[in-house]
């Protein structure tokens, strides 16, 4: 089955870090490019991080670029982000999601996505 | 700041036609932003409609379809049941890399 799991969320102080991850199952993981997505309670969702299926194409939101890092390992068919210097305001469901487009980094078409891992930044 | 503009809400009638549209406060929409369309139901992932503007996602009915009008996207629903009463949001391509969502359109069906 086609899937993608997230994991790695959490309650976290504010100027604090968490490390998500997305696990990949069903797919050539190598061959796509994938995103970070984020929801806040009650919002819509959010663009925040993307990442080629090389790692030679990386792009950030304003709201998180210098804070946040994108990386994926292949190998390991695993996607992550590094969040560091959290704020309340990224406080939000965090979904990864596949581009449907093999070697693209962005087609629009974000066809599997994950069921999310919440993470919540408060004193 | 680049803001993508959506309306907050729109109503239709059952077996009625609706345009949702989505726009720039900094530029004109078009082709180049790869519009894509988004439905979301309570509890659940966004799911792709349409990507590159009018191109149908895989299982999606055709009385969903996308174009460009004027300086917008828009996303056109023809025939609207009761089940397509959900929040649905655009996502536009800024180029860099960058992508942003619109603030959504809840739909009603009435």
């Not at chain 1, 993608?4 to 490390?19: A, M, T």
């Not at chain 1, 080629?52 to 190998?75: C, E, H, P, Q």
């Not at chain 2, 966004?46 to 460009?68: C, H, K, M, Q």
Request: proline residues 4%; hydrophobic residues 35%.
């Amino acid at each position: 089955e086609v899937q993608l799991v997230e994991s790695g969320g959490g309650l976290v102080q504010p100027g604090g870090s968490l490390r998500l991850s997305c696990e990949a199952f069903g797919f050539t993981f190598d061959d796509h490019a994938i995103h970070w997505v984020r929801q806040s309670p009650g919002k819509g969702p959010e663009w925040v991080s993307g990442i080629n299926w090389l790692s030679t194409n990386i792009a950030y939101a304003d709201a998180v670029k210098g804070r946040f890092t994108i990386s994926r390992d292949n190998a390991k068919n695993s996607l992550y982000l590094q969040m560091n210097s959290l704020r309340v305001e990224d406080t939000a469901l965090y979904y990864c999601a596949k581009d449907h487009d093999r070697y693209a980094f962005w087609s629009g078409y974000l066809d599997v996505w994950g069921k999310g891992t919440t993470v919540t930044v408060s004193s | 700041q680049t803001v993508v503009t959506q309306e907050p809400s729109i109503s239709v009638s059952p077996g009625g036609t609706v345009t949702l549209t989505c726009g720039l406060t900094s530029d004109s929409v078009s082709t180049s932003a790869h519009p894509s369309w988004y439905q979301q139901t309570p509890g659940q992932a966004p799911r792709a409609l349409i990507y590159d503007t009018d191109l149908r996602s895989s299982g999606v009915p055709d009385r969903f379809s996308g174009s460009i009008l004027g300086n917008k996207a828009a996303l056109t629903i023809t025939g609207a049941q009761a089940d397509d009463e959900c929040d649905y949001y655009c996502v536009l391509y800024l180029g860099r890399g960058i992508s942003l969502f619109g603030g959504g359109t809840k739909l009603t069906v009435v």
